[in-house]
């Protein structure tokens, strides 16, 4: 058990619409970095939240922002929702290292 | 910036025998690499991972070897048991994007009984 929790489970959206993705990081944990990941494939880093700042972005557009709270849990918002948005939202933690740890994921499906 | 390449994509083994996969990267200053392990519907899991500094780390069933020449490393699991049966990534970082893990694109490991 990581300790890092993500909610909803599971998400239906439809095109143009928007959504909010929640993490709470494992205990003692001040880093949080959220990757997308299509089906049959491997993640794909989308930014990384230190200390309530954006700490680096992977190739995603400005529709992908997100949020860090002072209890380091964050959020995910995707606007202007696109089909190929649909994928397994990963959430993981880490404390002043590389060594991260997954939550189970948000599986978002856009229609 | 990083790329992660990672062989075979499908892995099929009896039970009892060794899987051994492969991944190369590109980016010289890379200095992490970890092996996550995903079942169906679950996030990925850490196993294990080195770094830079070391050439080889074990843990029970589970070794990792890195060869920094060739910018390659390799997960070895020994003695495969059913419960092995997963979707294993390989990552990389270097220490200037620490956090920011390249994947590669995962092996689907298959254990028969």
């Known amino acids: 058990e990581t300790g890092v929790t993500q909610s909803p489970t599971h998400l239906i959206k439809t095109r143009g619409q928007q959504v909010t993705l929640r993490c709470s990081s494992q205990?003692?944990?001040?880093?949080v970095s959220w990757y997308q990941q299509a089906l049959g494939q491997g993640p794909q880093f989308i930014f990384q939240?230190?200390?309530?700042?954006?700490?680096g972005r992977g190739n995603f557009p400005p529709r992908f922002s997100g949020l860090q709270f002072p209890n380091y849990s964050s959020e995910l918002n995707v606007n202007a929702l696109e089909l190929d948005d649909s994928a397994l939202y990963l959430c993981?933690?880490?404390?002043?290292?590389?060594?991260?740890?997954f939550g189970p994921g948000t599986r978002l499906t856009v229609l | 910036g990083e790329n992660v390449e990672q062989h075979p994509s499908t892995l099929s083994v009896q039970e009892g025998d060794s899987a051994v996969i492969k991944c190369t990267y590109s980016d010289s200053a890379s200095n992490y690499f970890p092996w996550y392990k995903q079942e169906l519907g679950k996030g990925p899991q850490l196993i294990i991972d080195i770094r830079s500094n070391v050439g080889e780390k074990k843990d029970q069933r589970i070794a990792v070897t890195l060869n920094k020449t060739a910018k390659h490393f390799s997960l070895h699991i020994t003695e495969t048991q059913p419960e092995d049966s997963a979707v294993y990534f390989c990552a990389a970082s270097s220490f200037d994007s620490w956090g920011k893990l390249q994947f590669g694109a995962g092996t689907q490991v298959v254990v028969t009984p």
């Open positions: 205990s003692g944990h001040n880093t």
């Open positions: 993981a933690s880490s404390f002043m290292s590389d060594t991260q740890y």
């Open positions: 939240y230190y200390r309530e700042e954006e700490n």
